[in-house]
């Protein structure tokens, strides 16, 4: 079957469906070879590589659609080469801004500048892109195979393991526990994964919290590929450009200021024009988050 995606062609057939040994023994029981927890860029990215290796593969993810919310901004080559041997470059170019150099300034002095030129894996260092666009791309792609599929509004409640299989229970959008079996079970579940806790594998290491606001606007015009790290011991700041005029600011909450002071709309406009941004920037996201840094 030919299916048309976005502008590209996907020969559907290519890829054959194998199915690994789940078996269940239990006529209720769904069996794949893999399940994978999360439908974030991970889990998507998986899924991609299981369905072009032909791997029956269900994605189940908790909320009802993919997330719109400001997240992981910058991508490397590495991730781009993903991309390519995924098939889906030419889809995912619109969501990205390839070539991204860093400028580290304080009080107006340039501190550093970093503009990479190799290209070691054939694409550019840094680049940046639109996360939820992105996500869209990798959903887009999954209907390139019959052998995957993605359930949302569907949370894995718990799991369970044998020598052979894993029995994983979800809570459908109907609200009724199912059971499916499966070989692997892939925790792509993000920071906060559940899978991880529920194995009691700890986070090792230490971090050092901290609160930022993060803000997505789109301005009148394209910005320069200039990331601008503001090195202001009084408010640490950095601003990263996207695709679609877009632009990152993030703005690191000082002690005593809170979340709804921070998130107002004159508190955003007073920061942006500070860092040298336009005030009639229009905001499409806006949040304050706590960064952790941890190995
Ligand atoms: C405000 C903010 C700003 C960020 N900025 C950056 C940045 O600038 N650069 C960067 O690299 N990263 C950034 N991050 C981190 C970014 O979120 C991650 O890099 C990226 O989203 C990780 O992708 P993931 O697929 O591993 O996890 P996630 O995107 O977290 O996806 C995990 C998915 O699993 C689902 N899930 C969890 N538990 C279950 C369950 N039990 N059952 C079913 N589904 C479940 C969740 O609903 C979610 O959709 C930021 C994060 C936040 C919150």
């Known amino acids: 079957m030919l299916m048309h995606i976005e502008g590209t062609f996907y020969m559907r057939d290519t890829y054959t469906c194998q199915r690994h040994d789940a078996t269940t023994g239990n006529q209720d029981s ?65 969501s990205i801004l390839l070539n991204i150099s860093a400028h580290y300034v304080s009080a107006g002095r340039l501190l550093a500048k970093v503009a990479p030129s190799s290209k070691r894996n054939g694409h550019p260092l840094i680049s940046t892109f639109n996360q939820p666009e992105f996500e869209t791309a990798l959903l887009e792609g999954l209907k390139r195979f019959e052998c995957v599929n993605v359930r949302f509004q569907s949370n894995v409640e718990s799991f369970e393991q044998t020598d052979s299989r894993v029995i994983v229970t979800i809570r459908t959008p109907t609200g009724t526990l199912q059971t499916v079996t499966c070989s692997y079970l892939l925790a792509c579940d993000g920071g906060r994964s559940t899978v991880r806790q529920k194995l009691n594998i700890p986070m090792k290491g230490t971090t050092f919290a901290q609160k930022w606001l993060v803000i997505d606007a789109i301005s009148a015009e394209d910005p320069p590929p200039i990331a601008m790290f503001f090195c202001n011991p009084g408010r640490p700041a950095v601003t990263v450009p996207s695709p679609h005029k877009g632009r990152r600011w993030e703005f690191m909450l000082l002690p005593g200021e809170t979340e709804k002071e921070m998130l107002s709309k004159e508190r955003i406009a007073a920061l942006i024009q500070q860092a040298g941004g336009s005030a009639n920037s229009t905001i499409i996201r806006k949040t304050v988050y706590t960064f952790h840094s941890t190995l």
């Open 30 to 94: 769904e069996a794949v070879s893999v399940v994978i927890v999360g439908a974030g860029p991970t889990g998507l990215t998986v899924g991609n590589l299981l369905g072009m290796a032909g791997i029956d593969t269900l994605i189940v993810e908790r909320n009802a659609s993919l997330s719109d919310y400001p997240k992981a901004i910058s991508l490397d080559d590495e991730g781009l080469r993903i991309c390519q041997a995924l098939g889906l470059e030419s889809a995912m170019s619109k």
